[in-house]
């Protein structure tokens, strides 16, 4: 079992920054991925960014050029998000997810506002 737990969201102003955290415990394992994803009110969750074992990235183009993902070690990554847009306003969740494991594991999700 992995445990993933998300932090850092909160209310910005449109044009700000905010960096989310997803920390994985439990039976981790050190060859993994970890995503972000977003879902907003009425819509669809959507993939965000994603980073594997060795520092690989995916980005959604919604959100290339400003917001980056990146590793802290093998069970922490973060998301750095720049120049915030209205449309960024969702709730974002972090995805655990290893070829050795039989699922993925994903935490409860934090909120990020974007509001004037």
């Known amino acids: 079992q992995v445990h993933v737990v998300e932090s850092g969201g909160g209310l910005v102003q449109p044009g700000g920054s905010l960096r989310l955290s997803c920390a994985a415990s439990?039976?981790?394992?050190?060859?993994?991925?970890m995503t972000w994803y977003r879902q907003a009110p009425g819509k669809e969750r959507e993939l965000v960014a994603s980073?594997?074992?060795?520092?690989?990235t995916t980005y959604a183009d919604a959100v290339k050029g400003r917001f980056t993902i990146s590793r802290e070690n093998a069970n922490r990554v973060y998301l750095q998000m720049n120049s915030l847009k209205f449309e960024d306003t969702a709730v974002y969740y972090c995805?655990?997810?290893?070829?050795?494991?039989?699922?993925?594991?994903w935490g409860q999700g934090t909120q990020v506002t974007v509001s004037s």
């Open positions: 995805k655990y997810g290893a070829p050795r494991l039989l699922r993925d594991f």
């Open positions: 439990g039976s981790t394992i050190s060859i993994n991925v």
């Open positions: 980073i594997g074992s060795v520092g690989s």
